[in-house]
């Protein structure tokens, strides 16, 4: 695991009690399609659970299964990518490979929830919240939290991408925004500072290439 022990350790019991499972049965038991990626991994899977955790402490306190239900999102949610970009449609695969993992692992009881956090992470928000209605019901709105949840933990890890990965504008939800500094210290403590530097490089050449374009 990649977080100093201090920063798990200074998390409310709740967070450090799930944040200790399933980091840890995640680096033991969950295989990735690009296990070796500076971005996709299983550390940046971790950082997305202590995020979820931290949330959801503040938002749904003393909730046990909608801990368990954002500690699988964040596990499972990019362990079928096939490369370092958008991918789109890595959250349906990492859906399905979930629910097979439960099928074949009884020691993780299935979460439908995680489902469709995971389905949907990598689209437009008004198509997981469409389909969390059609499929959820009256049990919706807490599984929108729960997704609004997730996707902002995920957001969080942007500074992964350097100084431009994230706009805080974007995040879905108070508890996150206040957390936009924890996260940028969260990624400096926890990758490589050069490589940082070079990817943070990379995307504001990119940036200038696209903006240059559109003139």
């Known amino acids: 695991m990649v977080i100093p022990r201090d920063i798990v350790e ?19 038991n969950v295989d990735f399609n690009m296990p070796d990626s500076p971005i996709h991994a299983k550390p940046h899977c971790e950082r997305v659970l ?6 959801a402490d ?33 959250g349906a695969r990492a859906a399905v490979n979930y629910e097979a993992f439960c099928r074949e692992h009884p020691d993780v009881e299935f979460h439908p929830e995680a489902v469709f956090l995971m389905r949907y992470h990598d689209l437009d928000d008004s ?15 807490r599984v929108e939290l729960l997704y609004a949840i997730f996707k902002d933990s995920d957001a969080l890890d942007r500074w992964r991408l350097g100084d ?3 706009d805080p504008r974007y995040l879905r939800t108070e508890a996150a925004r206040k957390d936009v500094e924890f996260a940028r210290r969260l990624v400096g403590l926890t990758m490589d500072a050069g490589f940082l530097r070079e990817i943070d490089r990379l995307v504001k050449e990119s940036m200038g290439r696209n903006h240059g374009a559109d003139k």
Do not use: N
């Open 164 to 166: 431009c990965g994230l």
């Open 10 to 28: 200074s998390q409310t019991p709740q967070v450090v009690r799930f944040y200790d499972r399933w980091a840890a049965y995640m680096y033991a």
């Open 50 to 55: 202590l995020h979820a955790l931290r949330i």
């Open 127 to 141: 198509k997981g919240v469409k389909a969390i209605r059609q499929w959820f019901g009256e049990r919706s709105p």
């Open 58 to 90: 503040r938002m749904m306190p003393g909730d046990d299964e909608a801990f368990e239900i954002l500690a699988h999102a964040s596990v499972f949610h990019d362990t079928r990518r096939f490369d370092e970009f958008l991918d789109t449609g890595h």
